[in-house]
């Protein structure tokens, strides 16, 4: 019965393990973002945040400025904490203009639509739980701002190079991009299509009305005047009644007749092997040119470098988006609204957004984690722990003064014992844990100079020692004594301490050996 336990009991420590070094490695990877990327994304964070929650208000103004400002501080001391709060108050206004808007009452039974509020709620949320990135935090940044490109009809083309944006910059972290970007805009592009589409067709096969195929990429500011609504006072009675409308609509029956939003949500579900074959198609035009591209650098039929590359790559992408979004739209059973002046602008922002990353140093600082400090600071108290024990030693053993060696180790001493109190209760920020790991590293110096300084001391003490021993032999033998103590070592200038203060008290015993000796032999004259 007990090697089962032991089993369970080792995959509990491997589990336990395997959780603490992704928990160092998350943090030494957060730790090596720079104080500059910290910084920009404070400022992204609010100006994203402002957008979204004044897009989609709960808040009356200027509220929402306020609180993205709050919530962007939040992201700059910790993006796993500010980030889902961020993403809970815009996710919870878009919840509120949709059921506004009677868009969840449209999505069948009951179970249904709560299903709905709970999973899109919780993907707001748990979403930005997954990393503790800054470059995460970024890349969901990017998804809020290329949403409320939308939402203005100069601008909605912004959309798209913000996405091929996130993906240069961010990388791996582009899926919260695409994430944000799908939970906030596929639902008003619905409500929008319906009610600006779909309801005023006359005709009862709408579906064949040239242009009432589902939209991929539009502006989104005729829905956007449908969702200014907020609540006048931030008060117990207007929030409660937002959530109230919420849960309403999840049990409220409609009472329309003839086309509903069932109609719309149901002619993009049959758009959606169309758009997916677009998606496809746009994302594995982008990962051939990726791979020939790739392979053309390293043989060095591009020179220009990976930065102009991912720049190249982002810009020809967008062409590519762009110009299938034109031509596809009729065979794929989308629409979309592109024109070449949208497309040139579109690409020429791609390239505008990108060539920033030719001028970032990517390569990461090299800073210290808290427990890369903890680690040094305990190595080093070990080694002082290890001199102790030989200052200790050497005043037991032996007559050497060794206090100012000694005076010098515990100010080293002290100096770690705080330093190390502090790391423990985590009082240090980023860049002063790096100092601090300078200061270690200058206070290793120092006692390795302590350690230098206590060999020297006992180092000039037995050769002196052994000078005196000799002299005094001498002039023993010059009395006419003969004296048979002699010194078992002679002086080595390289010796382990150990060995030193052994010799020293060799020095020191013969000494003593030679004075009874003489003692000895001057009693029964003198006495």
């Not at 913000?162 to 991009?177: H, P």
């Not at 959606?272 to 060095?300: C, D, H, N, S």
């Not at 609204?337 to 497309?343: A, F, L």
């Not at 007559?399 to 190390?420: A, T």
Request: aromatic share 12%; charged share 20%; glycine share 6%.
């Amino acid at each position: 019965m007990k090697k089962p336990i032991l089993k369970i009991s080792g995959v509990s420590a491997w589990i336990k393990k395997s959780k603490q070094k992704r928990k160092e490695k998350e943090e030494l990877e957060r730790n090596l973002e720079s104080s500059t990327l910290k910084m920009f994304t404070f400022l992204i964070t609010a100006v994203a945040m402002a957008l979204g929650m004044s897009f989609l208000p709960i808040f009356p103004q200027h509220l929402p400025i306020l609180l993205a400002v709050l919530v962007a501080f939040v992201v700059y001391k910790s993006p796993r904490l500010g980030m889902p709060i961020g993403g809970a108050v815009v996710g919870f206004g878009l919840m509120y203009h949709l059921a506004d808007l009677k868009f969840i009452s449209f999505l069948g039974d009951t179970p249904v639509r709560v299903a709905f509020v709970v999973v899109w709620l919780t993907l707001f949320v748990a979403s930005p739980l997954i990393s503790n990135r800054y470059k995460s935090a970024l890349a969901i940044d990017f998804g809020l701002l290329a949403v409320t490109m939308l939402f203005f009809a100069p601008l909605y083309f912004l959309a798209i190079p913000l996405l091929f944006a996130s993906a240069v910059f961010f990388k791996k972290y582009v899926s919260f991009n695409v994430i944000y970007y799908v939970l906030l805009s596929v639902h008003l592009q619905i409500m929008q299509y319906y009610t600006y589409v779909v309801k005023p067709i006359l005709r009862p096969d709408w579906w064949l009305e040239a242009g009432s195929s589902p939209p991929l990429l539009v502006p989104l500011t005729s829905i956007g005047k449908d969702i200014n609504l907020a609540v006048n006072q931030f008060r117990l009675y207007d929030m409660s009644k937002v959530v109230y409308d919420i849960a309403g609509q999840t049990t409220w029956v409609p009472d329309w007749k003839g086309r509903t939003i069932g109609d719309a949500v149901t002619q993009y579900r049959d758009s959606i092997p169309g758009i997916l074959m677009f998606v496809v198609i746009v994302v594995g035009l982008a990962v051939v040119l990726m791979f020939f591209t790739r392979m053309m650098v390293k043989e060095g039929v591009i020179g220009a470098g990976e930065k102009f590359f991912q720049c190249f790559t982002a810009t020809i992408a967008a062409a590519v988006f762009f110009v299938l979004l034109s031509a596809l739209q009729v065979p794929l059973a989308f629409t979309a609204e592109v024109s070449p002046i949208t497309m040139v602008l579109g690409i020429f922002s791609t390239f505008l957004l990108t060539l920033p990353v030719l001028f970032i140093d990517t390569t990461p600082k090299q800073t210290m984690s808290f427990s890369e400090v903890k680690k040094k600071a305990q190595a080093l108290k070990d080694k002082l722990w290890i001199l102790e024990g030989q200052l200790y030693n050497v005043k037991e053993n032996t007559p050497v003064i060794v206090s100012s060696p000694e005076g010098k180790m515990l100010i080293i001493r002290d100096s770690v014992d705080e330093m190390l109190k502090k790391i423990l209760m985590r009082d240090y920020d980023q860049s002063e844990v790096d100092q601090k790991f300078r200061e270690l590293e200058k206070l290793d110096k120092d006692r390795e100079g302590v350690d230098a300084e206590l060999n020297r001391i006992l180092s000039e003490y037995q050769l002196l020692a052994t000078c005196e021993f000799s002299s005094w032999v001498g002039k023993i033998k010059e009395t006419g004594i003969n004296v048979k103590t002699t010194l078992n070592a002679d002086f080595q200038k390289e010796l382990p301490l150990e060995q030193r203060i052994e010799a020293i008290k060799q020095v020191l015993n013969s000494g003593r050996t030679l004075t009874r000796e003489v003692i000895d032999v001057a009693d029964p004259i003198y006495g």
